[in-house]
């Protein structure tokens, strides 16, 4: 009893969720959105990087105080090369990669998702790797997307400080009434060389 009494909730709880989610370019298609209809989340400092030389260490020969000299008589040739600054970053880029505008386009036989992707940092660029999952619904009368018609893989630059957008589809026709669902469900960055 106890179970069918959970099993009638919860199916009550999804036909309220399929009730209430937006409709597209069919008033019976309905279309329940990804990570990207959560409001983002707010974006904390800029990741920087600061040079800092180690105290405590010998003088190199032929300089003094830790500096290298320009005219020529320094014990390295006379330049001072610098290393490149190297990023510290999160790789786990789920809140710099918002998807949204989850839409069943049955003329063109597929379904499209708008990707943005926002570069928090404003030194340096990113290279974004990011999947999306689409879903449909088993069956014309499914009121949840349950079934996973592919993935797509997408890889994006973007430089420091930028946006950017891209729409990424699935092929998937269709003349019955359907339920369906785009998610990124993951995303990572990497320092673009």
Not at 61 to 80: C, D, E, H, L, Q
Not at 96 to 125: H, P
Request: aromatic share 8%.
């Amino acid at each position: 009893m106890r179970v069918r009494r959970a099993v009638g909730a919860a199916t009550l709880a999804l036909a309220a969720i399929a009730a209430l989610s937006g409709c597209t370019d069919n008033p019976n298609d309905k279309a329940f959105g990804g990570l990207g209809d959560m409001p983002a989340p707010p974006s904390g400092p800029n990741p920087s990087f600061t040079m800092t030389p180690p105290s405590g260490l010998p003088d190199a020969p032929g300089t003094s105080g830790g500096t290298g000299s320009s005219g020529g008589t320094g014990g390295f040739g006379g330049s001072s090369a610098s290393p490149t600054a190297q990023p510290s970053y999160n790789a786990d880029a789920l809140s710099e990669v918002i998807g949204e505008n989850c839409r069943f386009e049955r003329s063109a036989g597929r379904i499209s998702y708008d990707v943005d992707l926002q570069n928090a940092s404003t030194d340096f660029a990113y290279r974004y790797s990011f999947t999306v999952e689409f879903k449909v619904g088993m069956y014309p009368n499914s009121t949840v997307a349950s079934k996973s018609i592919g993935s797509r893989y997408e890889t994006v630059t973007v430089a420091p400080g930028g946006d950017r957008s891209v729409t990424v589809h699935a092929s998937h026709s269709t003349n019955d009434r359907l339920v369906y669902s785009c998610q990124v469900t993951s995303a990572r960055k990497s320092p673009a060389s």
